[in-house]
């Protein structure tokens, strides 16, 4: 029987975990709900963004937030350019899957090119830095990714929710031809959207380059259990897309804690078929 | 006038005779070239370490195309990119053999595809050299020569070196925690550790197997703090130790010693939390390994060519070792048989013993295997040291205790 030491500190574990997962999703789940774009080239930027990140660290001595700054508009406009060329070629919600997959083996062979396929770690005084609350520890870097999620996922939400432009951009994937009607200019709304997106790829992977070791591969990494999360937490939906990133990261962290560390991955698919049997119609 | 022409002619040969110094010895290689298949992981999860096997090989074959090449004929190799996929490294090598219709055959990395490859060797009848294959007892092929020098059985083996190192100590472990992925050679080589811990009287307070390529581990970290063993065994692949050691010093908490079987090498030393960890080595820079006269020459070599690749970590180790290895025993096959011909490099090889950088191999053991030329090293003030068996530990060093 596991003490409550090793629950407590697999629960914040999970969570704090899960936090990343919330964040990766978030981008995700909004081009796919809201643009019908199923942006698997999100990942390959995130880890884009880790790279861009270490190098300004490492060759610049940029501090990471500092490096955040910059990339975060700078992905901004990446994505905004990026749907300009899928709108030109009138990219649909099929396609999208097959021609991001395309650019992620691109943007992963550029990687390799660049930074070698050897590992890249981001040496910061602060990555093992944690804050102790009883008995349990709380790393710094992961509670500040968590936060981020949240406040990213709550900002997002009341833009969706009570700005014009987050209405429109609802009602356009809700009914374009009546949104149109309205006067809806869904296409300048869309590269809006697709910017955010990327930009959120770009906070993700500022975080990814403090906390994880990098290598070109792990764009792969992710790409299961977040699909999973995004699923789960409903297309175009930040707070549920938080939600299921943190109901992900906690169930596998508890797995991991009380039975075994090998059935963790099984965990965020299970509960996807679940949540599928239970509440079909969630794609 | 006579004696000006015969001082140009003593000029002339005084010439002549300083250039032949400078050019190597054997002739350059003429004719078709000896083409050589094989696959590495370029991409994919294995690419980290395989890139330093494409450096080794890169390095081999330009020194050998300095020289003489094959048998007087230069060597090309034909290296496909597997992507880290055992199914994609079968199809590839019996493209290789079909398409591409490759002289011989050089392994790829690592075990599973070597495994994966094999088959594809056997139907074939070729020589299969191979650099990093961890499970001797599924490699049933009699044509099959391993580098990765293992020993028949490194499930006990090796683990019986660790807990030979550790029981040398003034305070040996009494109880061992061993996380494992599950990466087929890791996690049979950490079962073996499971099995030789007990047998020793020593107690497995925790034993887990994790996914290959794992992203949390918080909880593992956790459960191994819970645990509290004296030592860690860590049947680790690539950053897997590094990820463990970060986690676990989040929680405050750092295992008074730590083994790690397949680490990235340069991360672990580089690490914060990496001083002190252990692991296991065919070879480091260091005497006695670097008293090998292709130790002298290569390492160097390796040296530049990775530093110029932009590799973080450009030293020989056991990796790039074996990958040496595996080219010597290639080269050191034909020029003896003087042949390219499977079956006479195949009967050679099983009948001979080969010097190599990593010492002499032999392959008339079970499954083609030889002794265990495994070592432990640690990582000592920012550098791997082997500190055992103490006959091959770096000058002054020993196994320091936590």
Not at chain 2, 258 to 284: C, I, R
Request: aromatic share 10%.
């Amino acid at each position: 029987m596991p003490s409550l030491t090793l629950l407590g500190q697999a629960l914040v574990s999970g969570v704090l975990a899960g936090g990343i997962y919330g964040l990766l999703a978030l981008g995700l789940s909004l081009s796919w709900g809201l643009l019908r774009l199923v942006n698997l080239a999100h990942f390959a930027l995130a880890l884009l963004g880790a790279y861009l990140t270490y190098q300004l660290g490492t060759a610049l001595h940029m501090s990471p937030w500092l490096a955040a700054a910059a990339i975060v508009p700078g992905f901004f406009l990446l994505g905004c350019g990026l749907h300009a060329v899928f709108a030109y070629f009138r990219v649909t919600e099929f396609t999208s899957l097959l021609v991001t997959f395309g650019l992620t083996v691109i943007l992963e062979s550029l990687l390799q090119w660049f930074w070698t396929a050897d590992y890249r770690r981001y040496e910061t005084p602060y990555a093992t830095a944690s804050l102790r609350v009883g008995p349990l520890f709380v790393p710094v870097l992961e509670m500040l990714a968590c936060l981020t999620a949240a406040a990213l996922a709550l900002a997002t939400w009341a833009w969706l929710r009570f700005t014009y432009v987050g209405k429109a951009l609802r009602a356009s994937a809700e009914d374009p031809a009546m949104a149109a009607a309205f006067g809806v200019n869904h296409r300048r709304q869309a590269f809006l959207l697709s910017g955010v997106s990327a930009a959120y790829a770009g906070v993700a992977g500022t975080f990814i380059a403090l906390i994880s070791t990098l290598a070109p591969a792990q764009i792969w990494a992710w790409v299961g259990v977040v699909f999973a999360v995004v699923i789960i937490g409903g297309l175009a939906n930040p707070i549920g897309a938080l939600l299921a990133g943190l109901l992900i990261g906690v169930s596998e962290s508890i797995t991991m804690a009380v039975v075994t560390p090998a059935w963790a991955p099984l965990v965020s698919f299970s509960v996807l078929i679940v949540i599928l049997l239970v509440r079909p119609g969630r794609v | 006038m006579i004696s000006r022409v015969r001082l140009n002619c003593r000029g002339l040969l005084a010439g002549l005779f300083v250039l032949a110094l400078t050019i190597p010895a054997g002739a350059a290689p003429s004719g078709p070239p000896i083409r050589i298949g094989g696959t590495l992981a370029l991409t994919g999860p294995l690419a980290p370490t395989a890139l330093l096997h494409k450096i080794a090989g890169d390095v081999y074959i330009d020194e050998l195309n300095k020289a003489n090449g094959l048998l007087g004929r230069p060597v090309e190799w034909v290296l496909l990119d597997d992507q880290s996929k055992p199914d994609l490294t079968r199809s590839l090598y019996e493209k290789l053999l079909t398409v591409d219709k490759v002289d011989l055959l050089m392994g790829p990395y690592a075990t599973s595809g070597i495994l994966a490859a094999m088959s594809v060797a056997q139907r074939y009848q070729k020589v299969y050299i191979h650099h990093s294959f961890g499970m001797p007892h599924l490699a049933k092929y009699e044509m099959h020569f391993p580098t990765a020098a293992f020993g028949p059985e490194p499930n006990v083996t090796l683990p019986t070196t660790v807990f030979n190192s550790l029981a040398a100590t003034a305070n040996p472990p009494k109880t061992v925690a061993i996380l494992t992925s599950k990466f087929p050679s890791a996690q049979f080589q950490s079962a073996g550790a499971k099995e030789v811990a007990e047998k020793r009287g020593l107690k497995v307070v925790l034993y887990l197997e994790y996914e290959f390529g794992t992203r949390d581990w918080g909880a593992l970290a956790a459960r191994v703090k819970d645990a509290k063993p004296d030592f860690l065994w860590v049947g680790a692949l690539g950053l897997d130790g590094n990820q463990l050691l970060e986690a676990m010093k989040k929680l405050d908490y750092t295992p008074p010693r730590h083994f790690h079987l397949f680490p990235a090498p340069g991360p672990m030393v580089v690490a914060p939390d990496g001083n002190l960890a252990l692991s296991s080595t065919v070879f480091e820079e260091h005497p006695p390994f670097m008293n090998n006269p292709g130790a002298a020459k290569l390492v160097p070599l390796f040296r530049e060519r990775a530093t110029k690749a932009n590799v973080p970590y450009p030293h020989v180790d056991t990796q790039v070792a074996g990958s040496f290895a595996a080219w010597q025993v290639l080269e050191a096959a034909v020029t003896a048989t003087k042949s390219i011909d499977d079956k006479a490099l195949g009967q050679w090889l099983r009948a001979n013993r080969v010097p190599t950088i990593i010492g002499t191999l032999r392959f008339d053991g079970p499954n083609n295997y030889g002794e265990d030329l495994f070592k432990v090293k640690q990582v000592q003030d920012g550098k791997w040291v082997v500190v055992w068996p103490k006959e091959f530990a770096a000058p002054g060093a020993r196994l320091l205790p936590p």
